[in-house]
């Protein structure tokens, strides 16, 4: 058992100092925002797990008070520190994930977010009461639990959102590349995922199982962000400023070319950034039988026959537009 603990350990050390150090050269060489991005996500994730190692290591020279009621303090700052550092690796690979996507988030949206993460760290902080007035750690250990899956939850959701917005990218070495970037984040935290949900069965079954469900998603996640990097870093570089949505479209050249109406054209964004006929309806106060009557205007015009292929001609056209603009230039 002990030797299959260390082994976890070593090959999981191995595996961040590879990406760390691949990641870092190449967003340096390259200084992309997104592998940037992508470098801090990995350097975060791997604060997260070495801190839970250090402080199982080191606990033995800072010994817990006999009295059960008295906290912990060694405990208290470690994993008061963890749980800081992972609303920094949920913003940071949120971040990325917008980032290709070209969205940004609303200021309602960002307040949002920023009042239910400091309620979590209220409750953070005033769970550990809980220990001198009750002699338990119930609440400090659900919670823990909670925020774990809450941030799995939350980035494999964008993650999926990503996968599908990337089919719409024309050009296809830059498709693919953020097809497996969406792949690479979600196969990691669903195990993670897996893992809370069933991991004190699996350690009845077998510990070995168990303990790999803990080393496998920390060392895949290193291995295929610094190949990713590696692989796509050159083909990233080039595509950086490419978003998977559309936005400020001429109206005056798509209307020349296409004889596309105003509403229309704010109807075309709108499907760029992969919203359904129900949330254009709801943006643009009509109703969605009129949204319908505008996508099919919209497909005979353009000659389409899809939203993906729509995409793909308003991304192709805006850049031809932009290269004439050059050329005049």
């Not at 405990?75 to 290709?100: A, C, D, M, Q």
């Not at 979590?120 to 001198?132: A, D, K, Y």
Request: proline fraction near 2%; include cysteine; aromatic fraction near 12%.
């Amino acid at each position: 058992m002990y030797k299959e603990y260390t082994l976890g350990v070593l090959i999981t050390l191995f595996s961040s100092l590879i990406s760390i150090v691949i990641l870092g050269v190449v967003s340096r060489i390259y200084k992309g925002k997104r592998l940037t991005l992508l470098f801090t996500s990995v350097l975060l994730l791997n604060i997260i797990w070495f801190s839970v190692l250090i402080f199982y290591y080191f606990r033995p020279f800072f010994p817990s008070p006999s009295n059960p009621e008295k906290i912990y303090w060694f405990e208290f700052l470690v994993l008061s520190l963890i749980y800081l550092i992972r609303f920094g690796l949920l913003i940071t690979l949120l971040s990325l994930i917008l980032n290709i996507l070209g969205q940004t988030i609303s200021k309602k949206v960002i307040s949002t977010m920023r009042n239910s993460m400091i309620i979590l760290l209220i409750i953070w902080f005033v769970s550990w009461i809980e220990i001198p007035l009750l002699g338990s750690r119930y609440i400090v250990d659900q919670l823990m639990v909670l925020t774990d899956f809450l941030l799995f939850a939350a980035v494999i959701t964008a993650a999926v959102f990503l996968r599908y917005r990337a089919t719409f990218l024309p050009v296809k070495e830059y498709r693919r590349a953020i097809i497996i970037l969406s792949a690479i984040i979600i196969f990691p935290m669903a195990i993670g995922i897996i893992k809370l949900v069933i991991g004190s069965s699996l350690s009845k079954i077998t510990f070995v199982l168990e303990r790999s469900m803990i080393y496998l998603p920390i060392v895949l996640f290193n291995i295929l962000s610094a190949w990713w990097g590696a692989r796509y870093a050159s083909i990233l570089s080039k595509h950086d400023s490419v978003s998977l949505s559309v936005k400020s479209l001429d109206s005056d050249d798509l209307a020349n070319k296409y004889k596309i109406t105003k509403r229309e054209t704010e109807v075309i964004e709108l499907i760029c950034q992969g919203k359904t006929n129900k949330e254009i309806a709801d943006q643009l106060f009509i109703s969605v039988e009129t949204v319908k009557d505008h996508n099919y205007k919209i497909f005979q015009k353009t000659g389409v026959k899809n939203r993906t292929q729509l995409v793909n001609l308003i991304n192709n056209f805006k850049k031809k537009v932009e290269l004439s603009e050059l050329a005049i230039k």
